[in-house]
């Protein structure tokens, strides 16, 4: 009998099939796997509730399917990996490649405390960042050429789980609570689900009010579906839906792509020009966006929807984003960091990039003369006003449109006033773009 063990280091890819990283542990160790996650106290101090509760469930999906096996310890990686590999005389431990800033130390770290091999194999994404460069050998900086030679790339088709793995037990810490439904099997039948409607994303896509999105942004940022996957079930279906889902899935790759060659950008303007813009120090302001109290119910919707759930309507993102830096003229940073907190399926690269896009300082960005209407944007996603009525319950006495413009309505008990002037707020934030050109 073999006595040849692997590690498979879980991060990103809490999933069984679809996952090349496995199949190298798997054949490395003679079909003997330790499975470990580790509770990395650098990642998980600054989660917010919504984002542990999923993680944990489904690392307890995860253990499940490896015969409650997962070996889940809590500490710095690069003293828990090395400390298990040499604890069971591993002959290698297996990742799937980590390109964002933090990952990448981390790894290094890891790697220079084993005794055995890291070996990384595949990623979190359909084409790994820096995979799609320009004729210059660049990384692109505009969305659509990166998504021409995105699909001239191309991706592998998805593979199945492995058979025959003899999943070895160890001692590991216990399992942080998680009672709602999350992990690979889960994801799958959410997005199979999904599947039946997705001619209808390019239409509705931009509607919170009908709840139609397919809020597979979690499973992705935990790695219980591949966009593999999902993009091999894409090239099955002839629809404006899927093509514009498509290109949503690229959109994701195009930020990894971007936060993987210029590390930076996390929290600092891919247009150097923007340091020098003027911005306000958050204050009381800043605490009535957080806390959906601004006034404008469109905004105060998605906020307490986010502070409810965890999740935001992509819509709904651009505008309390846009709301923050152009209407309270509050630094991109803040949002970001706020975001990345309290979402479900925060993640540094899609949403630093956007919360730049937003700005205007990013990549592909939106001109910064862009500002959106905050009561208008509601009137035209959300035209009954049922999304706002739905998570602002001082405004459910007013029907239909009225829900977006309260004070033309006599008000409402308890719903605050808008806290700014949006007109005069675009023009000073215009004054403001004015002055670093």
Known sequence: MSTVTAVMWFRRDLRLADNPALLDAVAAGDGRVLGLFVLDPALWDRSGDPRRAHLAASLRSLSASMDGRLV???GDPATVVPAVADAIGAASVHVSADHAPYGQRRDHAVEASLTCPLVRTGSPYAVAPGRVLNQQGRSYQVFTPYFKAWLAHG?????GAPDGVEWIAADGD????GSEVAGEQAALERWQAYLDDVAAYDDERDRPDLDSTSR???PLKYGEIHPRTMLA???RKRSTGAEAYRRELAWREFCADLLARYP?????????EFERMRYDEPGELFDAWREGRTGFPFVDAGMRQLAATGFL?????MVVASFLVKDLHVHWRFGARWFLRSLRDGDLASNSLNWQWVAGCGADAAPYFRIFNPVGQGLKFDPEGDYVRRWVPELRHLAGRAA????????ADGYPAPVVDHAEARREALRRYDAIR
């Open 264 to 272: 930076d950008a996390a929290w600092k303007p891919l247009r150097p």
């Open 233 to 235: 079930d894409l090239a």
């Open 155 to 159: 991706w592998r088709q998805p593979v």
């Open 174 to 177: 216990e399992l942080p609570h």
């Open 216 to 218: 597979m942004s979690v």
């Open 404 to 411: 977006h413009e309260p004070w033309k309505h006599g008000g």
């Open 313 to 317: 309507h992509n819509r709904v993102r």
């Open 72 to 74: 889940v310890r809590r």
